[in-house]
């Protein structure tokens, strides 16, 4: 496994390719020398018929008159098989007669032998040669007593010369020197065709797998400088992703303290100035209370008066109210939880309606601006559901999920269409969304007129260490 581990693809795929060419032409030149070898025995089988046919037949036709071989026969046949060239390759014939009893056989004992028909024997007796390989249990040997280890065994048909007609079947041992002689040759021609087919696969495929391995190799250096170049452009998108980050978080704490800035102008500035106008007017009142002077058909004096100190008045309460709402308090040293507390506490006291808040897994501290973005976001839906939806139960959620302060504010208010809502340009929707999706969290709103409202937003809590409950 180690040796396969430190090899490289190319070699890989040569050393498996040459071990499965290897064992096809093992397998391929193994089939092709067995084919080889049948072929030559059916040929050899073939070659005996022929011989039996032509040359033997015409020394059984005693068969046609009667059960047995004459004498003559017998004779003839020895001279046939003893002292010819045929009868130097033959260790043992025998011919059988189709009630399975033998007729005629190279052994004298064998004689008038009668035995069970073997399928070999049917088969020759309906004029089919049939030729096989003999093994070491067959039992027969040469003249002398010597075994042999294999022979090829022939059973062939023995016609009538005239009538065509099968008289008995011959059974001939053969050795197997003329078939070892051309089976031989025919292997080795074979094994060197299969090998130099293999080898010139292997070459070829070899060159294959190079190319392909050279291509490999070159798309693998490209992607590599791919690669580095999508590293470099990734480390520098979190660069800048950071930097994005870190403005962002800078820009909600200077449009706190802006706007922080912008409540103590109004207070110091246009607001003293009405606060002043304010109680000049109210000594100038006094005056001018019991003045009659009418001014135009309706009015007196006293009563435009009354009418501008009312205004001033008004404006002043509308002044230091929006100055306290653009004030943000020192919320910097409180938990998530405390700042949620707070914004409950102050709603509670202004608007008179009860809210509920669950607080589940909330950490005990988190990012400045993602406190600064929590204590808006409250504050905004909470007073939305009072003014605009009419709420009189409201419920805030508050949980920690995949590092994420979890936020949820729902109303029975009269409800709304969300679609309309951001297409008629709403501020204080837009204001929450773009505070909560500037720190990188996610913004929703869900609303269905008489089924109240739902706001959920999703902060991140970089930083953020231990939760309580």
Same mark, same amino acid.
């Given at each position: 496994?180690?040796?396969?581990?430190?090899?490289?693809?190319?070699?890989?795929?040569?050393?498996?390719?040459? /071990?499965?060419?290897?064992?096809?032409?093992?397998?391929?030149?193994?089939?092709?020398?067995?084919?080889?070898?049948?072929?030559?025995?059916?040929?050899?089988?073939?070659?005996?018929?022929?011989?039996?046919?032509?040359?033997?037949?015409? $020394?059984?036709?005693?068969?046609?008159?009667?059960?047995?071989? =004459?004498?003559?026969?017998?004779?003839?046949?020895?001279?046939?098989?003893?002292?010819?060239?045929?009868?130097?390759?033959?260790?043992?014939?025998?011919?059988? =007669?189709?009630?399975?009893?033998?007729? !005629?056989?190279?052994?004298?004992?064998? &004689?008038?032998?009668?035995?069970?028909?073997?399928?070999?024997?049917?088969?020759?007796?309906?004029?089919?040669?049939?030729?096989?390989?003999?093994?070491?249990?067959?039992?027969?040997?040469?003249?002398?007593?010597?075994?042999?280890?294999?022979?090829?065994?022939?059973?062939?048909?023995?016609?009538?010369?005239?009538?065509?007609?099968?008289?008995?079947?011959?059974?001939?041992?053969?050795?197997?020197?003329?078939?070892?002689?051309?089976?031989?040759?025919?292997?080795? #021609?074979?094994?060197?065709?299969?090998?130099?087919?293999?080898?010139?696969?292997?070459?070829?495929?070899?060159?294959? &797998?190079?190319? /392909?391995?050279?291509?490999?190799?070159?798309?693998?250096?490209?992607?590599?400088?791919?690669?580095?170049?999508?590293? &470099?452009?990734?480390?520098?998108?979190? !660069?800048? $992703?950071?930097?994005?980050?870190?403005?962002?978080?800078?820009?909600?704490?200077?449009?706190?303290?802006?706007?922080?800035?912008?409540?103590?102008?109004?207070?110091?500035?246009?607001?003293?100035?009405?606060?002043? +106008?304010?109680?000049?007017? *109210?000594?100038?009142?006094?005056?001018?209370?019991?003045?009659?002077?009418?001014?135009?058909? #309706?009015?007196?004096?006293?009563?435009?008066?009354?009418?501008?100190?009312?205004?001033?008045?008004?404006?002043?309460?509308?002044?230091?109210?929006?100055?306290?709402?653009?004030?943000?308090?020192?919320?910097?040293?409180?938990?998530?939880?405390?700042?949620?507390?707070?914004?409950?506490?102050? !709603? *509670?006291?202004?608007?008179?309606?009860?809210?509920?808040?669950?607080?589940?897994?909330?950490?005990?501290?988190?990012?400045?601006?993602?406190?600064?973005?929590?204590?808006?976001?409250?504050?905004?839906?909470?007073?939305?559901?009072?003014? $605009?939806?009419?709420?009189?139960?409201?419920?805030?959620?508050?949980?920690?999920?995949?590092?994420?302060?979890?936020?949820?504010?729902?109303?029975?208010?009269?409800?709304?269409?969300?679609?309309?809502?951001?297409?008629?340009? $709403?501020?204080?929707?837009?204001?929450?969304?773009?505070?909560?999706?500037?720190?990188?969290?996610?913004?929703?709103?869900?609303?269905? +007129?008489?089924?109240?409202?739902?706001?959920?937003?999703?902060?991140?809590?970089?930083?953020?260490?231990?939760?309580?409950?």
């Amino acid at each position: 496994m180690g040796f396969l581990a430190r090899m490289s693809l190319t070699r890989y795929l040569l050393v498996g390719g040459f /071990a499965v060419l290897l064992v096809g032409m093992l397998v391929m030149g193994t089939w092709i020398s067995s084919a080889i070898e049948r072929r030559v025995i059916y040929h050899e089988g073939e070659l005996f018929a022929l011989y039996v046919d032509s040359v033997i037949s015409d $020394h059984v036709r005693s068969l046609a008159s009667g059960a047995s071989l =004459s004498d003559a026969d017998m004779i003839a046949l020895d001279e046939l098989l003893y002292r010819t060239r045929l009868g130097e390759r033959i260790v043992a014939f025998k011919m059988w =007669s189709p009630d399975g009893r033998v007729i !005629y056989s190279t052994d004298l004992t064998e &004689i008038g032998a009668q035995s069970e028909i073997k399928p070999a024997i049917a088969a020759a007796f309906r004029g089919e040669t049939q030729s096989q390989m003999s093994t070491l249990s067959d039992g027969k040997r040469e003249p002398g007593g010597a075994q042999r280890p294999q022979l090829i065994e022939i059973f062939a048909p023995v016609y009538h010369p005239k009538t065509r007609s099968i008289l008995a079947v011959s059974q001939i041992y053969q050795t197997t020197d003329v078939l070892a002689q051309a089976v031989g040759t025919a292997r080795l #021609e074979s094994w060197a065709v299969v090998v130099a087919a293999t080898t010139a696969m292997y070459l070829l495929l070899a060159a294959l &797998i190079r190319r /392909a391995s050279k291509t490999i190799t070159t798309q693998q250096q490209q992607l590599q400088e791919k690669v580095s170049q999508l590293t &470099i452009l990734l480390a520098q998108n979190e !660069y800048l $992703h950071e930097r994005v980050a870190r403005a962002a978080e800078r820009t909600t704490a200077l449009n706190e303290r802006f706007l922080r800035r912008i409540a103590v102008d109004l207070h110091d500035g246009p607001g003293q100035g009405l606060a002043l +106008a304010v109680m000049r007017m *109210e000594t100038l009142a006094e005056v001018c209370s019991e003045c009659q002077a009418a001014i135009g058909r #309706e009015r007196t004096v006293a009563e435009e008066f009354r009418q501008l100190q009312q205004a001033l008045q008004s404006a002043l309460e509308d002044m230091r109210s929006i100055s306290k709402g653009l004030h943000l308090p020192d919320i910097e040293q409180l938990s998530p939880a405390d700042i949620a507390r707070r914004v409950v506490r102050d !709603y *509670e006291r202004t608007s008179g309606v009860g809210v509920e808040l669950t607080i589940n897994g909330v950490p005990e501290d988190a990012p400045l601006p993602v406190k600064i973005t929590l204590f808006r976001l409250l504050q905004e839906s909470l007073a939305n559901g009072f003014r $605009h939806g009419g709420a009189v139960s409201q419920r805030i959620m508050l949980h920690t999920l995949d590092s994420q302060l979890q936020v949820e504010v729902r109303d029975d208010g009269k409800g709304f269409d969300p679609k309309a809502a951001e297409s008629e340009g $709403h501020l204080g929707l837009e204001g929450m969304r773009e505070r909560v999706e500037i720190l990188g969290g996610t913004f929703a709103v869900w609303s269905t +007129a008489g089924q109240g409202t739902l706001v959920r937003a999703a902060l991140p809590l970089t930083g953020a260490v231990t939760a309580h409950g």
